[in-house]
């Protein structure tokens, strides 16, 4: 009776054990959402510079409610220039936000180069759209910078600045290779405590 539960109990532990790395798998590619209020300095949180304000409570305008925008009627002259970044693992990111008749030019950089401007003018407000993408990355980590320029076109009343999420690219959870499975049979017991061997309590016979 006993080996035949130890049996059944190794028939199971395995199966989970390939079923869990099967999931895990498939969802080791794809794309990760950064939300504009998960702030921090480690991988995959936004660090902000400069007097940003924050709303929420929007669900129906931003994604998960909320979002960051700066006003130049905060800014000094001289001070360093606004901006936002996020260290990611990927190959490139997507950009959401609106665009907004108060919005200004963006300089946008990617580990310490700019690679494009874009120009957040628009006649009237346009919600939850993608501002920009940067792609074709070698997958690895890489951090965006996007910087409020302080300029605009002519048609925008201000130079000011909005963002509501990112979107990582090429994203891949860390998977931990060479997986095995360690068969312990029943007869393999211990009356301590040592590793991969069986510890039983009570009065178990073996057939």
């Known amino acids: 009776m006993l080996k035949k539960c130890m049996k059944t109990l190794l028939a199971f532990l395995m199966i989970f054990s390939s079923l869990s790395l099967t999931t895990f798998a498939q969802e080791a590619n794809g794309e990760l959402i950064i939300n504009d209020a998960r702030i921090g300095s480690g991988l995959h949180q936004i660090t902000y510079s400069g007097n940003w304000g ?7 305008r931003f994604y998960n409610g909320d979002e960051h925008w700066f006003s130049f009627k905060k800014y000094n002259e001289g001070d360093p220039l606004p901006y936002y970044s996020v260290r990611f693992k990927g190959t490139g990111v997507e950009v959401y936000g609106e665009t907004q008749p108060v919005l200004g030019i963006y300089n946008i950089y990617i580990d ?9 003018y628009s006649s009237e407000r346009v919600e939850k759209i993608k501002l920009f993408t940067v792609d074709g ?18 048609s925008s009343s ?11 690219l090429g994203f891949q959870k860390d998977v931990v290779e060479n997986q095995t499975v360690t068969r312990i049979e029943d007869s393999i017991f211990t009356s301590t405590n040592e590793v991969f061997k069986i510890k039983y309590n009570g009065d178990w016979k073996g057939e």
């Not at 310490?112 to 957040?120: C, G, N, Q, R, S």
């Not at 201000?158 to 990582?168: L, M, N, P, Q």
């Open 137 to 154: 990355l070698a997958y690895g980590e890489h951090t965006l910078k996007v910087e409020l320029s302080n300029t605009k076109n002519n």
């Open 158 to 168: 201000r130079c000011d600045g909005e963002f509501d999420y990112i979107k990582v």
């Open 112 to 120: 310490d180069e700019l690679v494009k401007t874009f120009d957040a």
């Open 54 to 60: 924050f709303s929420k409570g929007l669900p129906e």
